[in-house]
C-alpha cells in the first residue's frame, strides 16, 4: 500500500463544556439583577460583565464584594478568584450576598503604598542598621519577594472570649504573630496568630454593636471551607 493511500485516525477531542450557574448580585439600593454565567468566571468577569450591561464607565474601581450578614462582615472578592468557588463555601440557610459597587481604594496600595504604613510600623525581621529607610522596605515588598516586617498594637480577642485585649502584632511572610512581652520581637516571646495560604480577610461591618470591639474598625480571619 502506498504512503497516500494510507488512512490515518485521530482520536475524538471531546469538547469541555463548562456548566452555567445563575447568579444574584446586588447594588447598594439593594436592587438585584440575575446573571447566567460559566462555573470558571472570575470576579473581575463578572465586573465587566455588569458594567457593559449597565452602560458603566470602567474607571477600574468597579468591585465585587461577598457580603456575610449574620457574622457582620465583608471582603473584597479578588479579580482572580472563581466567583462559583466562593459561593460554595456559603451555608444554605446563610443569607449571604454578591453586591457590586465602587471601591475607589481597590488598587491604591499599588500606586501609593506609602499611605498605608506610616514608617515607624515598617522594618526587616532582621535588623538593618538604618542601611535601607522605610520607604525603600515598601518598596521592596511590591518589587521582590523580600517582604518587610509590618508591627503596630491591635485590639485582639480569643474565639469564646468577650474581653479585648491591647497587644502588638508582627505581620511577616510566613503569617501573623503577636509578642507576649510587650514589643518584643524575640522569637521566644512572638506567638503564632494566623496565616493567610487557607484564609480570607474579611473586615468589620459594625465591630461595636456585633462584637463588642473598642472601635468599628476591624478585620477578621475566616478559615476557607
Request: charge should be neutral; charged fraction near 25%.
Amino acid at each position: 500500500m502506498s504512503l497516500s493511500a494510507r488512512r490515518v485516525t485521530l482520536p475524538a477531542i471531546t469538547p469541555i463544556i463548562l456548566q452555567k450557574r445563575v447568579i444574584k448580585v446586588y447594588s447598594e439600593d439593594e436592587t438585584s439583577r440575575a446573571l447566567d454565567v460559566p462555573s470558571d468566571i472570575t470576579a473581575r468577569d463578572v465586573c465587566q460583565l455588569l458594567i457593559l450591561k449597565n452602560h458603566y464607565i470602567d474607571d477600574h474601581s468597579w468591585t465585587l464584594f461577598e457580603h456575610l450578614p449574620h457574622i457582620g462582615v465583608e471582603r473584597t472578592i479578588e479579580d482572580h478568584e472563581l466567583v462559583i468557588e466562593v459561593l460554595s463555601n456559603w451555608g444554605i440557610e446563610e443569607e449571604n450576598k454578591l453586591y457590586f459597587r465602587k471601591n475607589y481604594a481597590k488598587y491604591e496600595f499599588f500606586k501609593n503604598p506609602m499611605y498605608f504604613f506610616p514608617e515607624h510600623m515598617v522594618s526587616f525581621a532582621t535588623e538593618t542598621n538604618g542601611e535601607i529607610s522605610p520607604t525603600q522596605i515598601l518598596q521592596m515588598f511590591l518589587s521582590s519577594s523580600t517582604y518587610p516586617e509590618i508591627h503596630g498594637f491591635l485590639h485582639a480577642k480569643e474565639q469564646g472570649k468577650k474581653s479585648w485585649k491591647k497587644i502588638y502584632f508582627f505581620l511577616r511572610r510566613s503569617g501573623l504573630y503577636f509578642s507576649t512581652k510587650g514589643t518584643s520581637k524575640e522569637p521566644r516571646h512572638l506567638q503564632f496568630f494566623s496565616e493567610f495560604g487557607n484564609s480570607d480577610i474579611y473586615v468589620s461591618l459594625a465591630g461595636k454593636k456585633k462584637h463588642g470591639a473598642p472601635t468599628n474598625y476591624g478585620f477578621c480571619f475566616k478559615v476557607q471551607a
